[in-house]
């Protein structure tokens, strides 16, 4: 039971800490019951006291005052147990020696002998907000015929010990009358009027409680007028605001407590003020001819005995207007500029809403708004309406959609694919895009002539049926599907492959190639002629030329050159037509012998000067008149070596320079190979009919010579009138 009883209190005493009281004191005098009914109908109740806030209300107290309690409350079983509200007496701050529980008998005083002061007193309280009495029933606070209260800081132990020793000593007796010394140190026997507040000092079968001017508690006689004090817990009602329009509004807002008369309502803002009453029937009221966008700040006062409660508040904002003329004023690639016109009414700023690929949100305060971090060729929705600052409300939308402008095409290229046409491709832009528009046209001189003017979705296409050499333009401009908006126009220039030139001659001497052509048909601008040596095309010289005719001075004699004859057009070229040939050979200097034997012979010679520097090509070539033999080889070195000859043999050796099928002027050179020596022995009979001529010297060198007249006749021959030998042989002449 103890346990369910502090569970009781504790919760009672948790409400009472949330509701936040105001006191009243009221300046006339009733009597208790009068008090109370006055505090009923336009209050909540009399005051029921803590030892907090006896400390907030005595410090305006002049004379006593009703308070909420009396001896028997509501029916009670059980004499000072609850305050006029219903709380239990949890706390107690008597005059001492009150109240005044029985009629005395012969009151003897135990404490005459003692100096009492109020500290001492179980009665009094102390301006400890924190001291509070928790008992467990009304028995722990007071014992029956003892004339003394517990002090509120003491426990109930201690308390009921005292008690009981006070009812052993003195039963029925009355204590502490004339003690002085109150609240905050006034005095305990009169008001600060001067009055005396503690004349009275007799039983009261009934009593009520009156708190005196400095805070301790006296029964009285409840027919006693007295002030008195009431109490309320600070209204705190919720006033809202719905069905907000551009000009209307409903208020709605919480019954205030008790017998409440009416309400009074007082609307504000800038430029409006209405102060209304209202009736108390309902809580309800329609507001009227607001203006649009605006805050408005309403407060709700209820009536009550004339005097107003805490107002409910609420601030609200009607809804704002919708803006005019939405229009795109720009686009580019990335943004859209948007501007409109401003409502009616108020607003304090506009939101942008963008649907699409990314959604964006923005806001401004101003009639245009530029929305950036879009993509190119993008299709966005815009809704844009009006706000109020706190965002509470906003106005209904006004939409329009837009694109922005696709990108520009990148990498458009021209490359040609013969005389007759040209290729064009490019790579789609950054962002979206339904298609391009294409424009193709033909340059001639001065005038243009139209190919074509076409939409498609591919990003390239060939332009054919076009002249060699032809000039054909291409611009590309990326679209949107409704065509509203279009990138920025990429244009770009291609040829037809010009035509090549034919009949390609070339005239040559030792060091010169005089070259001529004939010109193709169709456009070209310029022929580039490039000469290269055959054998290591390495390129000798390059010219450009509008001409169909070109020389080559101070060339190599006997060199193969290539002549390459290209038509331009732009950066476009024609298939190239070459042609080659040698320069005239000059023949080479300087043969000599290096090295013979029997059978090999090794000889060399230096290249021409005019063909030094470039690879030649050359015969050797040998002839020996005795054999009747000849061999030719050929050879770009400047040496040879002839195997495999006859011993003892006169070989006439050549060396041409040739070059292609031309050949130069030989030089020439001889050696006789090395003999191997072979003795043929011939025997001569001399028969003379005359005596002694075949003994005769004279003879026999007749003899000798014809013989060398006939073998030379057949090994030698005659050479700038010089015998040489075509084969090794020797005669000699001996006699038997």
Known sequence: MGKIQHLILWAVLVVCCVAERQYFLQSHSSTWEQARLHCQACYKEMVSLTPDNIQQIVQNLTSSYWIGLRKTMNNSSFPWSRWSNGDPLTFQNWYPGHPILSKPKNPVNIFNNYSISPRDCGCCCTNNSNSSYHGNSTDDLFTENVNMTASATMTPAVTTKVAKMLSVMTSGSTFFTGVTGGINGTNMTSGTNGTNETETDVYIEEPCIAMLSFGLWLDKNCLELLHYICYEDRFYGNATVTNKTLHNATLS???????????????????????????SLNQTYDLSNLTAGTQYRVQVFPIKCGRDLNPQNVSFYTKPGVIQDLNVTNVSETSISLSWFAPEGNRDLYTIQVRGEPDLKMTTRTESALVKGLIPGGFYTFEVNTEVEDKSIEGDRQVIPSYTKPGMVSNLKASALNKNSVHFQWEQPRGNTSGYRVHAWREENTNTSEIFLENLTDTSLTVGNQPAGAKVWLSVVALVPNGSVEGELSKVMGLTTPGEVTNLLLLITEDTINVSWKHPQGNYEIFSVQLNLTASNKEVKAENTTASQLSFTDLKAGASYTVTVTTLNGYLKSGPVSNTNFTLPLPPQSAKIDFFNKSHVTLSWKAPVASQGVEVNYLVKYLTEFWNDTETKETNATNYTFHELHAGTNYTFEVRVTAGTQESQPIQTSQNTNATVRV???????????????????????????????????????????????????LEWREA
């Open 680 to 730: 043929r022995t011939m025997t001569m009979a001399c028969s003379s009919s005359e005596p002694s001529i075949c003994e005769d010297s004279g003879t026999q060198r007749v003899v000798l010579q014809n013989l060398k007249s006939h073998f030379r006749k057949s090994f030698s021959k005659m050479e700038n009138e010089i015998w040489v030998d075509k084969v090794f042989w020797e």
């Open 253 to 279: 807002w919480t019954r205030g407590p008790g017998d409440i008369s009416g309400y009074r309502v007082e609307v504000k803002s800038t430029d409006y003020n209405l102060t209304l009453n209202h009736s």
